[in-house]
């Protein structure tokens, strides 16, 4: 931790109710590229859980009653402060998380955005009139912060999946409970630092960091005073969470796991195509929920394609993330990569046909070589299930109808890539997809303006944009009579 400038960035207790809260016993915060210490943090108890949505709930009245522009500067000065210690809040999150520094910068920036974003758009929410059924009576519907929010977010983007929460409910008025995963808390740690500089008030963002997640999920999930749950991780773990928000009736929303498509058509411009595969496959070492996970190729493009896309990966640069130059981290565990080896073996001996990579090569069992199969099938062990880690198996195909069924033969609708330059193609497979959000001739997808959110069990609820304060909101309906 020697290169963060601003050592006061570097927190090793949970923040809770404006103070840091030391614990008894500590988590061990580990790089995934070298398998060094980086540092100890306490371990939060369920009681300190408890205690994190009391205070939530105690600075409730504060936060929800100042005005939207009030929250707003305040949260500026928040975004301000990320902006401007973005070189070392990067650092922190490349030595706990693993991906290269750039990519780190990115996310800060990315993360920040929604906050600037949200504190704008909060001082948009407007309720409506609506003409009454009596002349004596009128109706008017009005938007009121739904209370405390409690969340639960994962190690792929440690900083930017709490920021895209936090930012929206804060500028709706609620306050906030967020547990980091146990990897990574660290980022989560050094935002609620800033957010205490920035003097968002004690109690209004509380981050808990503790390694029972199963204890704290419970606080988080069933409390009687949080109002709204948002979680975002795997499908598997998403179910449970619902499950247990339903005995106390939770606004709930669910940011799951992915299977995107990535369909390249014959008119396609195919440089444009490689690219973007390249950008959205292997960003994050294959750990975003948005990454392709399955490469349809029309045939009569498929050799091209291919040799392009091979040649593009190839020039990645694998290694520890701090190093100038490289493209691709560490995975976030060894039993991280082994999962991805076995879905890779398992299709191999299906049929597969290995192009490049698939084994760790010499820098360890946590990194994992990016990795291309072709001759694969939507039926295999590669092709069924989310990869997370840089793998691309490419599956050749002939017709529109059949490659729209195969890209939607999966439990998932979070993103779909595909790129043709025909408009009536371009409106009908947009159309035929079903996935929340459609990129065409885009690798890129997620901005702090657009609906960030998938259909099917890929989740419910959207992330960013106009959109994503509705979720923070409830409609409270007046009818007013004797006029
Ligand atoms: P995960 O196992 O579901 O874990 C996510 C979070 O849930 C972590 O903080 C984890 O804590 C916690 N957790 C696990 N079991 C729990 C339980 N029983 N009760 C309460 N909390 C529990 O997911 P992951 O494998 O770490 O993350 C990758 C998944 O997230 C992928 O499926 C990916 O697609 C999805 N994801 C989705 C989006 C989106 O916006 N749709 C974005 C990013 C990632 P510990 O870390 O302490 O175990």
Redesign the pocket.
């Known amino acids: 931790m020697d290169i963060i400038k601003d050592k006061d960035l570097i927190k090793t207790h949970s923040y809770i109710d404006g103070q840091w809260r030391e614990g008894d016993s500590k988590i061990t915060v580990t790089n995934p590229a070298t398998g060094e210490k980086v540092a100890s943090v306490s371990d939060a108890s369920v009681t300190d859980a408890n205690y994190a949505v009391e205070s939530a709930k105690k600075a409730l009245k504060l936060w929800s009653s100042k005005s939207a522009t009030e929250r707003a500067n305040l949260m500026r000065k928040w975004f301000d402060l990320m902006m401007a210690h973005q070189g070392d809040l990067a650092k922190i999150l490349t030595l706990e998380q693993g991906k290269p520094l750039a990519e780190a910068k990115g996310e800060i920036a990315y993360g920040a955005s929604y906050i600037e974003w949200f504190a704008e758009e909060g001082k948009r929410v407007y309720g409506d009139t609506i003409p009454a059924l009596a002349g004596d009576k009128r109706i008017v519907v009005i938007k009121q912060p739904v209370g405390v929010v409690a969340s639960?977010?994962?190690?792929?983007?440690p900083n930017a999946?709490i920021a895209?929460k936090a930012a929206a409910a804060l500028a709706a008025g609620c306050t906030f409970v967020g547990?980091?995963?146990?990897?990574t808390p660290l980022s989560a740690l050094a935002m609620a630092e800033l957010a205490e500089r920035a003097g968002i008030p004690s109690g209004v963002f509380n981050i808990v960091v503790g390694?029972d997640?199963?204890g704290?999920?419970?606080v988080?999930?069933q409390h009687p005073d949080v109002a709204k749950f948002t979680?975002?991780?795997?499908?598997?773990?998403?179910k449970?969470?619902i499950a247990?928000c339903a005995t106390t009736v939770k606004k709930v929303s669910?940011?799951?796991?992915?299977n995107a498509p990535f369909i390249v058509f014959d008119d396609a411009d195919i440089d444009a195509a490689v690219e973007g595969a390249l950008v959205s496959k292997y960003r994050n070492a294959g750990?975003?929920?948005?990454c392709t996970n399955r490469i349809f190729v029309h045939r009569d493009v498929q050799e091209t394609f291919t040799e392009k896309f091979v040649s593009a990966v190839q020039k990645l640069a694998m290694g520890n993330g701090m190093k100038d130059g490289v493209n691709v981290g560490p995975i976030?565990s060894s039993k991280?990569v082994a999962d991805v080896d076995a879905l890779v073996k398992a299709s191999i001996s299906d049929g597969a046909s290995l192009m490049l990579g698939g084994e760790s090569g010499e820098l360890g069992d946590t990194f994992y070589q990016p990795t291309i199969l072709t001759n694969v099938t939507n039926d295999m062990p590669i092709a069924r299930n989310?990869i997370?880690g840089p793998v691309s198996p490419i599956i050749p195909f002939d017709t529109e109808e059949e490659v729209i069924a195969m890209a939607n033969a999966t439990e998932y609708g979070?993103a779909a890539y595909f790129y043709a330059r025909d408009i009536g193609r371009v409106w009908r497979i947009a159309e035929s997809l079903d996935f929340g959000m459609v990129a065409i001739n885009e690798g890129i997808i997620s901005n702090a303006a657009a609906p960030?959110?998938?259909v099917k069990q890929?989740?419910s609820g959207r992330?960013g944009s106009k959109y994503g304060l509705d979720d923070y909101m409830e409609l409270k309906y007046l009818c007013m009579g004797g006029i």
Do not use: Y
């Open positions: 639960i977010t994962p190690w792929n983007f999946m895209r547990r980091p995963a146990s990897q390694d997640a199963i704290i999920g419970k988080l999930t979680f975002t991780g795997s499908t598997a773990v998403g449970q969470l247990q669910m940011e799951l796991g992915g750990q975003t929920c948005v976030i991280a989310e997370f979070l960030f959110g998938g890929s989740g992330e």
